[in-house]
């Protein structure tokens, strides 16, 4: 109630000033427009509650004020004229304040002083306000410089694929009812997959667990697991021809494996918290927080043991060579960074956003990356970009030169750092995966792709990816957008295919030899005990 009462204070100074020229009615109360600092103090006394001003007269400090500059600073900006050149606005940049967010942000500090009897050191302000924008404008230079030396880097970076779009089917997504299920890892198991699901656990960006599912192709249907030995779940991968799954038993931490043939329960390498489970090839790891393991013939081999914090991983993390990957779940779904640890040597935390050198404020922003895939050889491709952005694709080779295959959904040099509808070809892919033969497969909201050696080729193009999702019994919608992060290939000719924010489907040539998606996740099938 106390914002809507600023809020309300806030229009009503907005509807003063628009208004001030027009006859009211003798009765109306009458509005007054400050010309001075003194008379802007003298009217936020006659306009406040009193209620409101006890709360300033409780404050231990001016720097509570700044709570007011997004609902009574907006009123006073606007309704006292300081964007347009009043007199209080002459009158306040002759006491060497310029900007109207400084003008706001003086008057209500000084309030303050005034109210609690201090000094308003008036000319110290505006030092600090002159001196806060001398560093923005020379940041803003930086930054110019910066931009240039980017543009200038990433145009040697391209790669100069040649895009080949001859003879591509379009298929349509079905309409959806929910964005359902949002899977981490996908992995070929008993004549189905193996799907891990992201679930938060709590408002911490890192509070998160992935369970059990598996797509059973008998029945066509996901269903979630149970495993008796485990009460909950905290991580959930296939390693080779075994499911393992760590979480609480009884309060305690476990890690339990099951193979075609028998269960295995092996004592954790630390007690507390249930690790994260990660991969080496075949063979199983347990991340901590500050260390990995592996499990070589039973028994765990510290593989790093340290003082460097890892991010929780959202996907599993994997061991390739002396590079551990790691990808977050960002902050509120967004900036979801790629990282490796380097354990060979001197130990060392890296983001591949950091790494390329080239991301900025002013583009490109990659700190995103939906997937990433690592060669035989050792070569990183990364898909980079946020949900709504353009996507783009960048491969770093093993001694950590990169190079951009796709650039702002474009395999051309884009001089807009974001990209632009001039420069954009529409090839938008979020999912990379690495086929037997050295092939790219790539999927996106706008299609599944191939690269092979220097030609990119786009077999198949997606529509209606974007969709508006009612919920609340149809009173309101979600603004869903399809983002493949995870592609396995079924057999040929089908795929199966997991969106970032839920859509999971089979794409396949169905009886009528049509390609067709079929959605997985939005009905499921009965929990599974194994």
Known sequence: MRFATIIILALSLSIAFAQNDKVEPTDAPKKRIPTTLSEAHAELERILPAEELAKIDAMESED??????????????????????????????????????DMSGAILETFWCKRHGKPFRLKERA????????????AEEVEKMRIESAKLKMRSMMMGLRLNTEGVSTIKMPDRIDSSLRARFLSRYRDGVFIAVRKHKGMGNDEFVTEPYFFSPEDGMIHKIHIPELQDFSS????????????????????????????????????????????????????????????????????YEGE????????????????LY????????????????????????KSLDMDIGVVGSHGPRWENSFSYTVTNTGELWACVGEGRARKSLVRRSKDGAYSIAIMNNSVRFTPELFGSEETDQGISVS?????????????????????????????????????????????N?????????????????????SGAFGGIYTLKVDKKGEWAFESLDEKLGESATW
Request: aromatic content about 12%; overall charge neutral; glycine content about 10%.
């Open 477 to 497: 919608v979600y603004n869903w957008r399809w983002d493949p992060s995870k592609v396995l290939v079924l057999e040929e000719d089908s795929y199966f295919i």
């Open 431 to 475: 999912a990379v995966s690495m086929l037997q033969d050295n092939t790219i497969l790539l999927v996106g909201n706008s299609g599944l792709y191939r690269l092979k050696g220097n030609e990119l080729f786009q077999e198949l193009a997606f529509t209606n990816t974007r969709q508006k999702i009612p919920v609340n019994a149809g009173k």
């Open 308 to 323: 460097i914090s890892l991010p929780r991983s959202g996907p599993p993390p994997q061991l390739n060579g002396d590079l």
């Open 326 to 349: 790691l990808r977050d779940e960002g902050r509120g779904e967004n900036q979801k960074r790629l990282w490796w640890l380097k354990v060979r040597g001197e130990p060392e935390l």
């Open 64 to 101: 509570g004020m700044i709570e007011y500059h997004f609902d009574l600073g907006i009123g006073i900006r606007n309704s006292w004229g300081l964007w347009g050149g009043s007199p209080l606005s002459k009158h306040m940049q002759q006491l060497g304040f310029t900007h109207p967010d």
């Open 127 to 138: 030092a600090e306000y002159a001196t806060y924008w001398d560093a923005a404008q020379k």
């Open 236 to 303: 959930a991968v296939v390693a080779g021809q075994t499911a393992w799954f760590t979480g609480n038993s009884d309060g305690a931490s476990v890690i339990f494996g099951i193979t075609p043939h028998r269960r295995l329960k092996i004592d954790l390498p630390k007690v507390g918290r249930p690790p994260q489970l990660g991969l080496h090839h075949d063979a199983i790891l347990v991340v901590y927080s500050n260390g990995f393991y592996k499990l070589v013939n039973d028994s765990w081999q510290a593989v």
